[in-house]
């Protein structure tokens, strides 16, 4: 997609059959920082409404409030908490109140939980699971039904490069749930295309965020050589370009695509010692 549309549209058109609307509103969740931020700064940039999800409530007004005065949007905020069961039928009954819709659905909310499987007791990982498996398909199965009636709409999960990699000692769940998701976006992109909706799932690699710091591991993380990182905007970009073209899988940054061709083509027990040995000194797997 040439860079002209991707500053001044913000996907498909909608049908001639629904009402003329000036803008698309798309649901970001875990908007009140990091790659979620960024992602609703580009799309109030590129002519989105916005709904802003996290448990930040003052964060998100914060960015609410930039976005309304730099772009003249509509933002609407919902403070939630994903690990709770109900949130995200809470979510998209406020997004949706008054015949409002979504026409884009971001799954962004995520962190890691540190150390190996045994370190944390189960409620912890039972909440990891519910905020970065469960509620992203929650929210695609509710939002997904209207998007198909409109024949028009955009799903992006963000999965990581940790999901088409060997999996390493500790942080146990995380590379599991990205290979999850990734494997969900593709089925339901190809259930889907013939009804209109687009659906992508972004695979960054290391990417500056606030994510490292949320889980105690920046000062491991920064031992990684700088080229192995990648900033926020880049990685944003390149996934609503991805969306807009169409792609079911975006790996962001051409060291992390020749990171993932490199371990398709090793036989799989090379690969996992080589995983093994170089993820040692940046994963805790403690427990």
């Known amino acids: 997609m040439c860079a002209v549309m991707a500053q001044t549209s913000c996907f498909a058109d909608r049908p001639a ?27 109030a940039a ?26 003249g949007i509509d933002v609407q905020v919902i403070a939630a908490d994903l690990a709770d069961p109900a949130a995200p039928a809470r979510i998209v009954e406020a997004a949706c109140r008054d015949g409002r ?15 190996g499987f ?13 905020v970065m498996l469960t509620a992203p398909l ?3 199965h509710r939002l997904l039904p209207a998007m198909r ?38 089925s339901l992109a190809l259930e889907n295309r013939a009804h209109g909706v687009r659906v992508c799932a972004l695979c960054p690699g290391f990417t500056y965020s606030e994510f490292h710091d949320a889980n105690g591991m920046r000062a491991r993380m920064s031992r990684m050589p700088a080229w192995m990182w990648m900033d926020a905007p880049s990685v944003v970009r390149q996934g609503l370009d991805a969306l807009e ?8 940054g051409r060291i992390n695509r020749a990171i993932k061709s490199l371990f398709k ?23």
């Open 101 to 115: 819709i979504v026409d884009i659905l971001i799954n962004n909310a995520g962190y890691g939980v540190r150390g």
């Open 245 to 252: 073209r169409g792609r079911i899988i975006c790996v962001t």
């Open 265 to 287: 083509l090793l036989p799989d027990a090379l690969a996992l010692r080589l995983m093994e040995r170089r993820a040692k000194p940046f994963r805790d797997a403690s427990g």
């Open 17 to 43: 059959s629904m009402p003329p609307s000036p803008r698309r509103r798309a649901l970001v969740t875990g908007a009140s920082s990091g790659i979620g931020a960024e992602f609703a700064r580009q799309l």
């Open 138 to 140: 929650e929210l695609c």
């Open 118 to 130: 045994l370190a944390s007791e189960w409620a912890v990982h039972r909440d990891f699971l519910q």
């Open 149 to 186: 009636e409109r024949r028009s709409g955009g799903i992006l999960n963000v999965a990581s490069l940790a999901g088409l990699v060997p999996a390493s000692a500790g942080h146990t769940l995380y590379g599991a749930v990205k290979v999850c998701l990734i494997r969900f976006s593709q």
């Open 46 to 71: 590129r002519g989105c409404d916005l709904v802003l999800t996290a448990r930040r409530e003052e964060r998100l007004q914060s960015l609410a409030d930039e976005l309304r005065s730099r772009h």
